[in-house]
């Protein structure tokens, strides 16, 4: 019974501690650091920059994109997009070509079979020409100053990988957009004290982020989670990776359950990949010190776990539920909570929405994706070809 207390206290604490003590603790660390100062400014000469997109399918928002990487303050001659057409059977080529030559300094590759993102982007990194990288995807839009806020970080010879602050739009109360926005808001300010006080920040925003191009290392083709991959790679070669909050992009925020939950499989089953590609480093000494075992173990690791470590409260619960009655309020409460998710879904079929309830929902949803990722995992992940998310959820 001693040893099942013990699991069950500590599973108890690794999931506290990865949602509530660590990122009070970096907030209180950060609070000492100021933000990388070492900074190019606009009367600068400023590093050529190549802009890198794979898209399947994107019709819907491809033309709005391109103008917005274009309608920058970045000097444009400093400035080349590339965009893959991974074998689309919409508009999107058509558009793209249209495009093409309104801006010189646009050049389109459309591949004739399926690739996958991360195949193509290790295809179009051989093509650039800039000294820094801007991966990105099509349903993420810029501000005017957006690749000047991220490349303006790269004159501090210790920064390898600059992150984006995404910012959520069309949030709707009637879907799961709330949680999501309020999920990506919380990462991001975790990512941007992670930078501030050790340089390992764990993981851009994929949507967009920058790094230098002698950094990059191709993803393995059949991995599922390229933007992580390629900022550990950043920080195994002991370079420090930041999260600009002032280099600001936009992106329809996902609403359907459905789909999100998709989503979150793939990731989940990417997640393991780079557990395994990357587990090592959490024991690594290097000269960011002690920040990028503990930034991993306290932000990912703990959280990809966090599925197995609910699995173990619940089991040795009930073996410790006759030793007094508050292991058995703990199991009433803990089996109560299960049962929200169901009561959140019927609420909405009668458009009653509680937010407590949703977000109740939103964390079962993610550590059920995280499970079922795991497995996935164990099966193997032959190819990195999925099928895009909706877009636009929230307008539909």
Same mark, same amino acid.
């Given at each position: 019974?001693?040893?099942?207390?013990?699991?069950?206290?500590?599973?108890?604490?690794?999931?506290?501690?990865?949602?509530?003590?660590?990122?009070?603790?970096?907030?209180?660390?950060?609070?000492?650091?100021?933000?990388?100062?070492?900074v190019?400014?606009?009367?600068?000469?400023?590093?050529?920059?190549?802009?890198?997109?794979?898209?399947?399918?994107?019709?819907?928002?491809? /033309?709005? $994109?391109?103008? @917005?990487?274009?309608?920058?303050?970045?000097?444009?001659?400093?400035?080349?997009?590339?965009?893959?057409?991974?074998?689309?059977?919409?508009?999107?080529?058509?558009?793209?070509?249209?495009?093409?030559?309104?801006?010189? @300094?646009?050049?389109?590759?459309i591949?004739?079979?399926?690739?996958?993102?991360?195949?193509?982007?290790?295809?179009?990194?051989?093509?650039t +020409?800039?000294?820094?990288?801007?991966?990105? =995807?099509?349903?993420?839009?810029?501000?005017?100053?957006?690749?000047?806020?991220?490349?303006?970080?790269?004159?501090?010879?210790?920064?390898?990988?600059?992150?984006?602050?995404?910012?959520?739009i069309?949030i709707?109360?009637?879907?799961?957009?709330?949680?999501?926005?309020?999920?990506?808001?919380?990462?991001?300010?975790?990512?941007?004290?992670? %930078?501030?006080?050790?340089?390992?920040?764990?993981?851009?925003? %994929?949507?967009?982020?920058?790094?230098?191009?002698?950094?990059?290392?191709?993803?393995?083709?059949?991995?599922?989670?390229?933007?992580?991959?390629?900022?550990?790679?950043?920080?195994? !070669?002991?370079?420090? @990776?930041?999260?600009?909050?002032?280099?600001?992009?936009?992106?329809?925020?996902?609403?359907?359950?459905?789909?999100?939950?998709?989503?979150?499989?793939?990731?989940?089953?990417?997640?393991? !990949?780079?557990?395994?590609a990357?587990?090592?480093?959490?024991?690594?000494k290097? $000269?960011?010190?002690?920040?990028?075992?503990?930034?991993?173990?306290?932000?990912?690791?703990?959280?990809?776990?966090?599925?197995?470590?609910?699995?173990?409260?619940?089991?040795?619960?009930?073996?410790?539920?006759? !030793? +007094?009655?508050?292991?058995?309020?703990?199991?009433?409460?803990y089996?109560?909570?299960?049962?929200?998710?169901?009561? =959140?879904?019927?609420?909405?079929?009668?458009?009653?929405?509680i937010?407590?309830?949703?977000?109740?929902?939103?964390f079962?949803?993610?550590? /059920?994706?995280?499970?079922?990722?795991?497995?996935?995992?164990?099966?193997?992940?032959?190819?990195?070809?999925? $099928?895009?998310?909706?877009?636009?959820?929230?307008?539909?």
């Amino acid at each position: 019974m001693l040893f099942c207390e013990i699991l069950f206290w500590f599973s108890i604490i690794c999931i506290f501690y990865h949602y509530l003590v660590y990122p009070l603790i970096i907030k209180l660390l950060s609070r000492s650091k100021s933000e990388n100062t070492n900074v190019f400014s606009e009367k600068d000469s400023l590093p050529k920059v190549s802009i890198l997109m794979s898209v399947f399918n994107e019709e819907k928002v491809i /033309f709005e $994109k391109i103008e @917005s990487v274009f309608e920058t303050n970045y000097p444009l001659e400093k400035l080349e997009l590339i965009v893959g057409s991974d074998n689309s059977v919409d508009k999107t080529n058509d558009i793209l070509l249209s495009l093409s030559p309104k801006y010189n @300094s646009l050049q389109i590759f459309i591949f004739q079979q399926r690739q996958g993102k991360i195949n193509i982007i290790n295809n179009l990194v051989e093509k650039t +020409n800039g000294e820094i990288l801007i991966l990105t =995807d099509a349903n993420v839009f810029f501000e005017k100053k957006t690749i000047f806020e991220l490349v303006k970080h790269f004159k501090n010879a210790e920064i390898g990988l600059v992150g984006s602050n995404i910012i959520n739009i069309g949030i709707n109360q009637n879907g799961i957009s709330l949680q999501e926005s309020f999920y990506t808001s919380r990462e991001s300010q975790i990512k941007h004290n992670e %930078g501030n006080i050790w340089g390992t920040m764990m993981g851009p925003f %994929g949507g967009c982020f920058a790094m230098r191009k002698n950094l990059f290392q191709k993803v393995p083709p059949n991995f599922l989670v390229d933007d992580f991959f390629i900022n550990m790679k950043v920080l195994e !070669q002991e370079k420090k @990776s930041i999260n600009s909050l002032s280099a600001k992009v936009y992106e329809d925020v996902s609403n359907h359950f459905r789909e999100e939950f998709r989503r979150k499989v793939r990731i989940s089953t990417g997640n393991f !990949q780079n557990l395994y590609a990357f587990f090592h480093l959490i024991f690594r000494k290097n $000269k960011l010190n002690f920040g990028l075992g503990f930034s991993f173990l306290s932000h990912k690791v703990l959280r990809w776990l966090g599925p197995f470590f609910l699995i173990l409260i619940f089991f040795t619960n009930i073996f410790l539920l006759f !030793q +007094n009655k508050f292991y058995l309020i703990l199991f009433f409460i803990y089996i109560f909570s299960f049962f929200i998710p169901f009561f =959140d879904f019927l609420l909405k079929k009668i458009s009653f929405n509680i937010s407590f309830f949703r977000f109740i929902s939103h964390f079962y949803g993610m550590n /059920f994706a995280l499970f079922i990722g795991f497995f996935r995992y164990l099966k193997g992940v032959k190819s990195s070809i999925w $099928k895009p998310t909706e877009r636009n959820q929230t307008k539909n």
